[in-house]
């Protein structure tokens, strides 16, 4: 099995912080309702890296595509309502 990894360029402390909270509310969400196989969160890694300039990098890395394209939508939608707030 390959390993599905998402490198994730957060360019503000802004957008770190909605990054937190979209990856714990997701993990959150997944494991207490029936969405999840057999009642267990999705299983991911995270990487966090930072860059010369300062900037942070995260990686997620996870075992099944299904879970990384459902958090690649969730975290679009995450950072769509934050702009438009």
Known sequence: MNDIVLDLDLGTPEEQALWEMAVDFFVNMLSSNDNAVGGDAPEMM????????????????????????AFVRFWEEQKMQAAAA
């Open 46 to 69: 995270v990487h966090t890296a930072f860059k010369p300039n300062g900037r942070i990098t995260k990686k997620l890395i996870f075992q099944d595509r299904t879970w990384a394209d």
